[in-house]
């Protein structure tokens, strides 16, 4: 019998380079996942996902993995986060009260939901697997957080998310657009808040994607 076609085919979409050749080390050559890169920001990753999945062969998941930021007392540096929601958090307008959300405006929504049933499975996975992680929802931003000001604003906003970066959106929208289900795996390099580059901590948050990916062909 051939048990190809009843494999899963999983797009793994990454931001730059360096994330993909992380991700793809796990992988050791698993040939059901097809990593790309699809750029900087949410409107490149959005553009490109699309592009893959209306020309490539059918997916059966889309994953946005990467290197992100971690909410202070929410995801240490090292840590992972697996998405329980993928949020843009700056896609609304300012008012006289304060920021309102795009959900607020009625003019669509900002959260892309994630199948919670796999994404419980694959923190779990993960932390069978002894790695620190935790399920929570990831935010999308334009501009990345580099004030203690603006951390504080989005953690009164959004008090239960762990991680931000800046693709989530944009990949999962193209994925919920093609009804393809996503999920959104971070590994923290830095805390969010004023940008300090001497603390970032790249070489342990790509070793912690490399075993996150190492783990995901177990568990999907």
Known sequence: MNTQSTE????????????????LRGL???GRFTVRIGGVGPIAAAARTARILATEEPFDLVICAGISGGFVGQAEV???????????????AETAEGFCSLDELGFGSAHVPVDQQLAA???????????????????TLSTVTGTAQTAAELARRMPDAAAEAMEGYGVAVAAQDAGIPVLEIRAVSNAIGPRDKSAWRMKEAFAALEAASSVLREVL
């Open 121 to 139: 499975s694959v923190t779990e996975a993960l932390q069978a697997a002894k790695l620190p992680v935790k399920m929570a929802p990831i935010l």
């Open 28 to 30: 050791r050559d698993d």
């Open 8 to 23: 899963k085919r999983i797009l793994v979409v990454t931001s730059v380079e360096a994330e993909r050749d992380a991700f």
């Open 78 to 92: 090292g840590s992972l986060v697996v998405g329980s929601e993928i949020v843009c958090a700056d896609l609304g």
